[in-house]
């Protein structure tokens, strides 16, 4: 199942700023409601949520249960070269988390 | 006779007792969904106690802070914010952390972001929980150690503490 997608433009030109949009698939349980037999549900929520390209982490972010279940994140980042977008994330369970897809990037002169 | 009068005395005294000890624990039953659901946080925060804990004395300036949300969130469960700062984001002048408050959730700091001068435009967008109608805040910590901030209030008509599903 795939639990992460990630969407940015089709054609992104060398420097150039691009908006990702990033997608986690997660109940992200607050630990406040109860389920159908009244019992509470625990709090399991996604702790730390990273975003590499390439060498550089460009995103990082701590959510808590005042984020949304599936959780959906927007960012922009500068792109220089094709490089490859590492996302991983940890919860309060300790499941993990991880995605790769390649950032394509065109040189600027090509336009 | 006085053998009488002290056991009528005695139950008039019995049933004061298990009276006042049904009445306890009516209180108690009645009290205790809303300590269930720690309901607690229904007071709101003041904008002081929102940023201290976070920016422990340094200079705090409203300004250059935009926030984007529906004025109305039908559904506290979700709801889209974004956040904009103005910052040229070059590496000597940057926005490092970008940190979602709300005035009245159990949690008062909803989200906290690491941006850089990588990032290019300072620029994110979420979907948050909200308990109710408040005043939501937007504060950035710049590259300098300074903070700006920025506020929002959202009318919420459902929260997202109480609704199971």
Redesign the interface.
Known sequence: MNLIRMQWPERITAGE?VKVRLLVQHPMD?G?????LGK?VPRNVIRLLTCT?GP?E????????????N????????ATDTAEMRVEWVDDRGNRGEFRQTLTVWPAASK | MTLVQTTRHLTRRLWLQHGARLGLAWAAVQAWPAQAQKMESGRLLSLAEMLDPITQGAPVRQQDVRITAPILADNGSLVPMTVQVQSPMTAADHVSHVYLLSQRNPVTRMAVFQLGPWNGRAEISTRVRLAGTQTVVALARLSSGEFRYGQMDIIVTESACVDAS
Request: cysteine-free.
């Open positions: 700023v607050t406040y409601l109860q389920d159908l509470l390209l550089q460009v995103f990082r972010v701590e959510p808590s249960s005042g984020i949304a279940a959780p959906l994140f927007e960012f922009f980042v500068r």
